[in-house]
């Protein structure tokens, strides 16, 4: 299969003089339908137009930008599969020496804000050539937005960039429609209506939802808040309304939402000719790749609105899945290929167990605001039937050439006690032993503040997961994901969280450092201190200290913890906690010998 071309001479080849979009992005270019650059740039060649693609160009030189020449219709910007910000840097603000998307996984392919840096070189190549900026980094930084690296709130990602046009959520839709109507003669100053995307304005239109300005939210966090709880009630492509900002004299206008892809659109974009592949002349391993490369997305979407995700915010609550036959004849087609070893790595989406899943609601959920269908409780219109999930996972296997199918992506346990046949399934063939599940935390005021379920539900489904385990014969184990320094989580809730784990038997492996990043309801909280929907303050962790001490509080049975472990339990009074996470004398070791000298001697 022909890959998209990065330089003239493969543009020549194809027959191609000109092209018409050019994609620039600071990802690898690997023809996968996993990475987005490549989706989009297959789905504009399908609908005839001539793509080309610019990847991770060196941005201290314009020659790279210049590679393919100057496009006939614009520029499309990303600055790939995450934020560059996130992708550069720890939560504890330290640079990273690895890049999973770069090949060799090498840090430094692609410059901090890439997306600023990117749209600034291509304005200096070519000034009149109209710039469409998209891809995560571009979506959640549509408004003004917090900025925790810079630890200050900072413009939308449109006025600092000073590109035309912003693309945000998934980008079929609005791009494609970009596209064709520039083909069709229009100037690009007429494109001031499409869904999905953000533009600069003298108004904010008669019907659009006015946010606080942006140099209000930053110089007032309750204003802040103010902001996000506002636009987060505009993401419902059904029933959204415009949401505008006043940035100094001018409004950054945000057009309701995309509409979500029907299930024939969905197949027909999956369907496209992907090499499923790095591009031939990179030469050293790209570790993003060799993850996914046998993966297969089935659906996208997720209903469970946590708020410390931008899944909802990006990709929309609405599960858009595939039919059956898109996936398995996209599983064949892989079985054919030469690398491919008898195992699908990943079977599933944002939300394995959301595969098929939608609104009963007589207008199919056309009119709700709610960010969740999970949240305080699953809605009594969610459709949580799980047939059409356990059929795609039985036709998965009987695919011939298939030995194994793994079930990869995370899986909603408070949905798996309404989907019996589903977790049979699951528990049966498609997990290796270790079934891994985020509750995040257990105590109440803390997944209150998550819009996560709580500890009851959680221990339900841990005796449903050992009872299923049992019935099947197997002896298989939870590994729970779990996340410290949560906006509204204190030392002591981390205490009676590790109390939790040792009372289940349950061992954490990693610990996910809260980071604020842009867009998430849980990145608002950080910020201005308050629950925006209730104007209730909340405890924030903000120094790295309170952060180490959180963290070790969730790895007690890790011996070079220990010593951040009493020091958080003298911080919140409760060193006779000590007693009860290191009772047990089967990981005895010098240096637990040597705590266990200390308890006894009160220190």
């Known amino acids: 299969m022909a890959f998209l071309p990065l330089t003239k001479e493969e543009a020549a080849a194809r027959g191609w003089r000109e092209l018409d979009v050019i994609f620039v992005t600071g990802d690898a270019y690997i023809d996968h339908p996993a990475f987005g650059v490549p989706l989009l740039a297959r789905w504009l060649e399908f609908h005839g137009f001539r793509v080309g693609i610019i990847a991770q160009p060196d941005w201290r030189s314009r020659e790279l930008f210049l590679a393919l020449g100057r496009p006939r219709l614009f520029f499309a910007v990303s600055a790939g599969a995450m934020d560059s910000m996130v992708a550069h840097y720890t939560p504890a603000r330290k640079l990273r020496h690895d890049d999973a998307y770069t090949p ?159 299930e024939a659109e969905m197949d027909a974009l999956y369907a496209l000719p992907f090499a499923r592949a790095p591009h031939p002349s990179y030469k050293e391993t790209i570790p993003a790749y060799e993850q996914i490369k046998a993966s297969v997305t089935t659906h996208r979407g997720c209903f469970g609105g946590c708020s410390f995700c931008a899944i909802t915010h990006h990709q929309g609550k609405f599960i858009q899945s595939r039919s059956e036959s898109s996936i398995a004849g996209e599983i064949e087609r892989m079985v054919r290929m030469p690398w491919f070893r008898g195992s699908v790595s990943d079977v599933g989406g944002a939300t394995a167990n959301m595969y098929g899943l939608g609104c009963g609601h007589t207008d199919a959920g056309a009119s709700c605001r709610k960010e969740s269908c999970l949240y305080p409780r699953p809605c009594r219109h ?38 019996p046949r589903y977790l049979e399934q699951l528990l049966a063939h498609h997990v290796g032993g270790r079934l891994k599940v985020a509750p995040e935390h257990v105590v109440g005021r803390v997944t ?140 005895e070791s010098p240096a637990r010998t040597d705590t266990r000298r200390r308890l006894r001697r009160g220190k």
């Open 448 to 587: 209150n503040l998550m819009h996560k379920p709580g500890a009851e539900l959680f221990e339900r489904f841990l005796s449903l997961f050992l009872r299923e385990s049992a019935r099947l014969g197997k002896r298989q184990f939870v590994v729970p994901y779990l996340i410290s320094g949560h906006p509204g989580c204190t030392l002591e809730d981390m205490v009676e969280l590790a109390l939790f784990l040792k009372k289940h038997g349950l061992r954490v492996e990693q610990v996910q450092d809260f980071t604020p990043t842009p867009g998430s309801l849980s990145t608002c909280m950080y910020y201005s201190g308050i629950d925006p929907a209730t104007g209730r303050k909340v405890h924030v962790a903000r120094s790295d200290r309170e952060k180490l001490l959180q963290k070790a509080l969730l790895l007690w049975h890790q011996p070079n913890e220990w010593r951040h472990l009493l020091e958080a339990l003298r911080s919140c009074g409760k060193e006779d906690v000590a007693r009860l996470l290191l009772s047990d004398e089967r990981y």
């Open 104 to 262: 060799g996984n090498r840090h430094g392919a692609r410059p901090n804000r890439a997306t600023i840096v990117y749209t600034s070189r291509l304005k200096e190549c070519f000034r009149d050539v109209p710039v469409v900026i998209g891809g995560i980094e571009a979506s959640l930084r549509r408004h003004a937005h917090y900025d925790y690296w810079e630890d200050k709130v900072r413009r939308s990602l449109l006025v600092d960039a000073k590109a035309d046009l912003l693309v945000f959520g998934m980008g079929e839709r609005p791009l494609l429609e970009v596209a064709q109507r520039l083909r069709s003669g229009e100037p690009f100053s007429a494109l001031t209506d499409i869904r999905g995307t953000a533009l600069m304005a003298r108004e904010a239109g008669a019907d659009a939802v006015v946010l606080p300005s942006f140099e209000a939210v930053a110089a007032d966090r309750l204003r802040y808040a103010e902001a996000f709880r506002l636009a987060a009630d505009e993401t419902n492509p059904f029933c959204a309304r415009a949401v505008a900002q006043r940035h100094g004299e001018r409004y950054v206008v945000c057009n309701p939402p995309a509409l979500p892809l029907s």
């Open 382 to 419: 969610l459709v949580t039937s799980d047939r059409r999930a356990a059929a795609l996972l039985r036709r998965v296997r009987g695919i011939r050439g298939v030995t194994h199918a793994a079930v990869s992506s995370g899986v909603r346990y408070d949905l798996l006690e309404r989907q």
